[in-house]
């Protein structure tokens, strides 16, 4: 099965497998998070926690802790956060996030990604 990647909302790692979220539907695959993060392109998609990777495409804001990705809230491990805020607004972020959230727009890209469904 193919998924488009400019579907994907988030990925959500769930032991041996990873969940993929879209707005229509879930895909449940037996990758690791690492696999997913190597096979899904680095302009797009940042992983923000040791559990989730975003779509870039789909982020509409975050702060510090949180990522918020269509109606999803989604946790910023502390590991992960500086890539999250470098990679978006550059490196200049610390001083733009001292009391407020980032709001990000962004465009989409049609490609795919072939997912087999466990």
Known sequence: MKVH?????????????????TSEKNWMTLLSMKQMEQALPRDSFCRIHR???VSLDHLSAFDRQTAWVSQYELPIGEN??????RYVIGPNIESLLQSRSVLVDSGMAPEELNVMAC
């Open 5 to 21: 990647l400019s579907d994907i909302l988030y990925v959500k790692a769930l032991k041996n497998y990873v969940r993929i979220v």
């Open 51 to 53: 559990s989730f990777i």
């Open 80 to 85: 992960y956060r500086h890539v999250l805020e």
